[in-house]
């Protein structure tokens, strides 16, 4: 397994009401994900795992704990620095696309590009680039709700790709879908992890935790109750 940590969260917590009975959202959670890993955050809704996400991507904030990621100390960023950080350091992909559709697909492909400073013909050429290597190329001019849902999610693996981040987080990305497009979903964020993208999801969806996944965490009430590596399927045939 590569040594290189690209998370590095250590006894985080989180509590939205400080007058609350009950567990914290999150609670003295420590992980390491190491560059090249996917990893799976399994657990009942209500549980943590999208805090955990949430906290890793800069969207919200530990009470305690520190969260750092690919050498950025995450946990101390303000408001601007924390949306400069999502643009160089994270690639998202969300459960409803999140995609908008007053612009082409191509623009929303391009567009955190160019938010990040590039020029607009060089992030339309990256935006080409990634729309033929996912097989979409063809629906470059066409508007997102003219499409399938499993050719949304794939534009917006795109958009989720144009920067070239070191980290890939994935909120329910199959959540929305059919079970065709799904499947669809799961062989493509196998393909990237194969080719070397670290990859950190949250998920109910189980085969796409045994097909993507080379390592699964559970958090229950709060707290990582487990963390395993997973056991390939061809090697349980």
């Known amino acids: 397994m590569p040594s290189t940590p690209v998370i590095e ?12 009975e009950g567990p914290p959202a999150l609670c003295d959670a420590s992980l390491t994900v190491h560059r090249g890993e996917a990893v799976a955050i399994l657990g009942p809704s209500g549980s943590g795992k999208s805090t955990l996400l949430n906290l890793i991507a800069g969207l919200d904030r530990p009470d305690t704990g520190t969260v750092t990621v690919d050498g950025v100390r ?9 949306a400069r950080y999502r643009r160089a350091k994270i690639g998202m992909i969300f459960q409803f696309f999140n995609l908008l559709d007053d612009l082409t697909v191509a623009d929303n492909v ?10 607009r013909a060089t992030a339309h050429r990256r935006a080409a680039e990634l729309l033929e290597t996912l097989g ?15 050719e949304r999610q794939r534009v917006a693996v795109a958009r ?21 497009s799904g499947q669809d979903v799961r062989g493509l964020l196998s393909e990237l992890h194969a080719d070397g993208q670290t990859v950190v999801l949250v998920t109910h969806d189980l085969a796409l ?9 559970e958090v229950v009430d709060g707290r990582i109750a487990a963390d395993g590596i997973n056991v390939p399927a061809e090697a349980v045939r």
């Open 9 to 20: 969260l250590c006894e985080v917590s989180r509590r939205y009401d400080a007058a609350a």
């Open 74 to 82: 995450v946990d101390r960023l303000g408001e601007a620095a924390s």
């Open 110 to 119: 391009a567009l955190p590009a160019q938010l990040a400073g590039m020029y």
């Open 136 to 150: 979409i190329d063809r629906h470059a001019r066409a508007y997102p709700g003219r499409l399938s849902g499993g």
């Open 160 to 180: 989720a790709l144009i920067n070239r981040p070191p980290l890939l987080l994935a909120d329910e990305p199959t959540g929305a879908l059919d079970s065709a």
């Open 209 to 217: 935790a045994r097909t993507c996944a080379t390592r699964t965490i």
